[in-house]
């Protein structure tokens, strides 16, 4: 459903009241004892690798299953919104949007730090070999891979399906609605969407706060600045002020275009990496790690290191995954935003295989390219100045290139943009889960949790407690872990009473009317070429289906049913009829005035040749889950109320199957 645009009060005063008091807390705490904190949460996190990878490795594989089985299973072909929706933005957008807010900034930060480091360091085998090198870039695809963005796309998923084909509010509550219903509303909903901001605010925060290093870093190397807390306070309040902007301009003006202007950078950056570095052996190399990626895929997932125990599995992959499952409640709410009206299964491959092949590509490119600098060309230097500071492993990798200055150039500017695009997504959905699902909110609602952003990361890192906090979020991906196996569960169960209700609908054509013979035909001839305007389908609304739903709700409540007729005049003229079922699912029939396109022939046709007709209308039905692509237009009162009764019966079928 279209959605305004003028601002609207929907604050939900009880969840914003505690995720601030909560957020205030936790900021005073971590400024205050930031040493104690550190260590606190520092301990609950040894805990939980040291006790919980299995769980951890587990909940991520289910995950990953889950969303495939969702997407190839006969469930793919449901929307995410009414049967009727369209995709609000087109795929370079979305993917756009999709990919700045979900690890466009990590690329940046490790596309060659964390190559290079698994090369020097890998968990088995001899440090700087071949074999180090091959197993270096199937664990950066491994991290950044699949699994990362099935952590993102099963909470998107989830949210978008309940918001948009059912009319739930998009904040992270509805997730549970299958297994809670309307318990959603009250304080266990609060305390879900307390938890959402609580994690998204340190998250995106204490990203900003590590990121500004980069930057530092890079304008050190370009223009020779200090390093200091001064330099990167500065830059702080300067990207904070940029997202600031940005998230007050709204998704379509600011979020969208800066995502799109990043994702045009990298391409430049990428490709000219490419171009000047080992061409042939980088393509060669993309090949092979997208087959030893996939080939161990089943079981690298599953590995524990059981049989010779190692610290690394905690310090990297279960990192990670701690990581991806903290933010998924700020990325999976945000891409959730952008998707309505894709079926689960183009959703799923968009969200999935898009950024997937981006990243590998770009892992390739630079971490490849880094590590035969290391291997082959005995550039050792940039191999101890990764391991000594990975906030410099790009700039020092772009030494070894032509225009060095501008590649940097480039690259700072790439780095300002992706934390802006995350700041100022972040923003809009503090905003959202705050305001009942909504984006359509006051300025100062979004510059307020703008600056929230802002000022979390300067205090703590004035205060030395990002350490801390880091720790912190990473650690409540365990509860959170629990909420989204909750949330599968309850999604596969709605996925299974929608697919059941759709395998009852058939096409609809009308009960044949009394005509002379060979004379049917013609009439229905007649209504297919005829093409009306608004107000003729806003009279056959008024005339004759108003009249059969009245008359279809008098028979109902001769038999004791509750059923309800309306009429609404926005987005669209639509007519109505709800019949109540208690607990169960409830009816819904209405009939829709719709715009669409003529077909070129009808535009001379209507038009006496002069092709000035454009449009014309339809009496379109939709049921609970949306539009059923059919149209009634000219139908007679006795025919609409057979259709309404065909639907019912269907509806009624339905619901003994759920018994």
């Not at 969702?70 to 995410?80: D, E, M, N, P, T």
């Amino acid at each position: 459903m279209p959605v305004s645009d003028r601002p609207t009060t929907t604050l939900d005063r009880p969840v914003f009241l505690t995720s601030t008091l909560i957020l205030a807390a936790f900021l005073l705490l971590a400024a205050v004892f930031p040493t104690t904190m550190e260590e606190t949460f520092g301990n609950l996190q040894s805990g939980i690798i040291a006790n919980a990878s299995w769980y951890y490795v587990l909940v991520v594989a289910v995950i990953l299953i889950s969303v495939l089985v969702f997407a190839f299973s006969s469930y793919g072909q449901i929307k995410l919104g009414p049967d009727h929706a369209e995709p609000d933005y087109g795929f370079l957008s979305w993917f756009a949007m999709m990919f700045a807010a979900g690890m466009g900034i990590g690329l940046m930060f490790f596309g060659v730090a964390e190559p290079v480091m698994h090369f020097l360091s890998p968990p088995r085998g001899v440090p700087g070999s071949i074999e180090a090198a091959s197993q270096a870039m199937n664990l950066t695809f491994f991290h950044w891979g699949l699994h990362a963005w099935a952590i993102y796309a099963i909470v998107a998923l989830i949210l978008a399906y309940f918001s948009f084909r059912h009319g739930l509010p998009l904040t992270l509550r509805s997730a549970l609605y299958p297994l809670i219903g309307e318990r959603v509303h009250g304080p266990i909903g609060t305390a879900v969407d307390v938890f959402a901001i609580v994690s998204t605010t340190f998250g995106v925060a204490t990203s900003l706060g590590f990121g500004v290093d980069q930057i530092n870093s890079g304008l050190h190397y370009l223009f020779d600045l200090p390093v200091n807390r001064g330099m990167q306070v500065g830059l702080i309040i300067g990207t904070t002020a940029l997202a600031t902007v940005s998230v007050v301009l709204g998704l379509d003006k600011g979020i969208k275009r800066l995502s799109e202007l990043n994702i045009l950078l990298a391409v430049l950056l990428l490709i000219a990496v490419l171009a000047v570095g080992p061409t042939v052996m980088l393509l060669q190399s993309l090949m092979q790690n997208i087959g030893v990626y996939l080939t161990g895929l089943v079981g690298k997932t599953f590995n524990l290191y059981a049989y010779e125990p190692t610290d690394w599995l905690g310090g990297w992959t279960i990192f990670y995954w701690g990581w991806w499952i903290s933010w998924a409640p700020f990325v999976g709410l945000f891409i959730a935003r952008i998707s309505r009206g894709r079926t689960l299964r183009q959703f799923v491959l968009g969200a999935l295989l898009g950024p997937v092949a981006f990243t590998f590509i770009w892992m390739t490119v630079f971490g490849n390219s880094a590590i035969d600098l290391i291997l082959h060309q005995g550039l050792t230097e940039l191999g101890t100045a990764v391991q000594a500071d990975e906030s410099v492993a790009l700039f020092r990798f772009f030494e070894q290139f032509p225009a060095t200055g501008l590649l940097s150039a480039l690259a700072i500017v790439m780095v300002i943009v992706f934390f802006v695009t995350s700041a100022d997504s972040g923003a809009l959905v503090l905003n959202m889960l705050c305001s009942s699902g909504s984006d359509q909110t006051p300025v100062g609602h979004r510059v307020f949790w703008m600056s929230i952003i802002g000022v979390t990361a300067i205090v703590l890192l004035l205060v030395g407690g990002l350490s801390a906090l880091q720790t912190a979020v990473i650690a409540s991906a365990l509860p959170f872990s629990l909420a989204m196996l909750a949330g599968i569960w309850g999604f596969s169960k709605a996925l299974y009473v929608d697919h059941a209700k759709r395998s009852l609908q058939i096409a609809a054509s009308p009960t044949p009317e009394p005509a002379a013979a060979g004379d049917a035909w013609r009439q229905r001839l007649k209504r297919l070429l005829h093409h009306p305007d608004e107000s003729e389908v806003s009279r056959f609304q008024r005339e004759k289906v108003l009249p059969a739903m009245q008359s279809f709700g008098h028979a109902l409540e001769q038999h004791g049913l509750t059923a309800r007729v309306s009429e609404s005049q926005t987005p669209e003229k639509r007519v109505c009829l709800e019949i109540a079922h208690g607990d169960e699912i409830d009816f819904v029939y209405e009939v829709v005035n719709r715009k669409h396109l003529l077909p070129d022939a009808a535009r001379v046709s209507d038009s006496g040749g002069q092709g000035t007709a454009q449009t014309y209308h339809r009496a379109e039905v939709h049921l609970g889950e949306g539009g059923q692509d059919y149209d009634i237009m000219g139908w007679t009162t006795e025919q609409v109320a057979c259709d309404i009764t065909d639907q019912y019966e269907k509806h009624r079928r339905f619901l003994d199957t759920l018994r």
